[in-house]
């Protein structure tokens, strides 16, 4: 039999030698990495590695310094800013904050993940009068908290919040989500939780998952592959039941 293709269309992002300066601080550095569709990628490093400022290069909220950002196969730097909105409407990102607006109703916190599509006067028409309440009915029932949809947010715990701003991701339909420490202000039980939501999500509609943890147990539960960062290097790149204690212990410099 002949040798298969190499199959390269289903690189959902790739790192091309990327540094990202800040002033004089390279907070990335010359960094290489290739994510391919329906991965579930954790990125762990000390504070201060660069793992923000590499989801920011992912979703093109940053531009590198030198290098070149390639996502769903499209380099960003020579994109349009319309060619880079499509490919940012592609992508769905979520905080450790959850950046969702306290005082309005979940079903509108929801409803935001349709802004990149809808019009301007739409959104402001639904904010008033929501619109599509069926698919934020269902990204809400997908999340585990249907019956929120009518609750103002700010009345939600920490771990609701959390489950909110992936439903208004759902709504986006991304192929790929992208979390900046989602867990880090919830309890380990609730952590679990959230981790555990965005694996099925992933598994369940195959989509690319890449977050950044604090939590390298939960990496390891929850992904197949860990990215080491420090001082804005990767120091490994490997399956998620190859990374021992060895690799933890020189990622963080732990010498006792
Ligand atoms: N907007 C900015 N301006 C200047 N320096 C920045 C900026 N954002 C990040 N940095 C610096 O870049 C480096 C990498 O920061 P980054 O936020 O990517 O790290 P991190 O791995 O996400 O850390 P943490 O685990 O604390 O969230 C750090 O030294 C940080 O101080
Ligand atoms: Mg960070």
Same mark, same amino acid.
């Given at each position: 039999?002949? *040798?298969?293709?190499?199959?390269?269309?289903?690189?959902?992002?790739?790192?091309?030698?990327?540094?990202?300066?800040?002033g004089?601080?390279?907070?990335?550095?010359? =960094?290489?990495?290739?994510?391919?569709? +329906?991965?579930? !990628?954790?990125?762990?490093?000390?504070?201060?590695?660069?793992?923000?400022?590499?989801?920011?290069?992912?979703?093109?909220?940053?531009?590198?310094?030198? +290098?070149?950002?390639?996502?769903?196969?499209?380099?960003?730097?020579?994109l349009s800013?319309? +060619?880079?909105?499509? !490919?940012?409407?592609?992508?769905?990102?979520?905080?450790?904050?959850f950046h969702?607006?306290?005082?309005?109703?979940?079903?509108h916190?929801?409803? %935001?993940?349709?802004?990149?599509?809808?019009?301007?006067?739409?959104?402001?028409?639904?904010? %008033?009068?929501?619109?599509?309440?069926?698919t934020?009915?269902?990204?809400?029932?997908?999340?585990?908290?249907?019956?929120?949809?009518?609750?103002? $947010?700010?009345?939600?715990? +920490?771990?609701?919040?959390?489950?909110?701003?992936? %439903?208004?991701?759902? =709504?986006q339909?991304?192929?790929?989500?992208?979390?900046?420490?989602?867990?880090?202000?919830?309890?380990?039980?609730?952590?679990?939780?959230i981790?555990?939501?965005?694996?099925?999500?992933s598994? $369940?509609t195959?989509?690319t998952? !890449?977050?950044?943890?604090?939590d390298?147990?939960?990496?390891?539960?929850?992904? *197949?592959?860990?990215?080491?960062?420090?001082?804005?290097?990767v120091?490994?790149?490997?399956?998620?039941?190859?990374?021992?204690?060895?690799?933890?212990? %020189?990622?963080?410099?732990?010498?006792?």
């Amino acid at each position: 039999m002949p *040798d298969l293709p190499l199959e390269t269309s289903n690189i959902i992002f790739e790192l091309r030698n990327v540094t990202h300066q800040f002033g004089s601080l390279a907070a990335v550095r010359d =960094v290489t990495l290739q994510i391919r569709a +329906g991965e579930r !990628v954790a990125l762990v490093g000390p504070s201060g590695a660069g793992k923000s400022t590499l989801i920011s290069l992912l979703n093109g909220t940053l531009s590198p310094s030198q +290098g070149e950002v390639w996502v769903l196969g499209q380099h960003l730097a020579r994109l349009s800013p319309r +060619g880079l909105r499509h !490919v940012q409407r592609q992508i769905g990102t979520i905080y450790q904050q959850f950046h969702l607006v306290n005082n309005l109703r979940v079903i509108h916190n929801v409803n %935001a993940g349709h802004l990149g599509r809808w019009t301007f006067l739409k959104g402001v028409i639904s904010l %008033a009068w929501p619109l599509d309440v069926d698919t934020a009915a269902k990204a809400l029932a997908q999340v585990g908290i249907p019956e929120k949809i009518y609750e103002r $947010t700010d009345r939600l715990s +920490g771990g609701q919040q959390q489950r909110v701003a992936i %439903a208004r991701v759902l =709504v986006q339909q991304p192929q790929a989500i992208l979390a900046d420490e989602p867990v880090s202000s919830l309890d380990p039980e609730r952590s679990r939780e959230i981790m555990s939501l965005l694996r099925d999500l992933s598994q $369940t509609t195959g989509k690319t998952l !890449v977050v950044s943890l604090h939590d390298i147990d939960l990496a390891r539960s929850h992904c *197949d592959r860990i990215v080491g960062l420090r001082e804005g290097q990767v120091v490994f790149d490997r399956p998620a039941d190859e990374v021992n204690e060895t690799f933890i212990r %020189a990622l963080y410099k732990i010498t006792a």
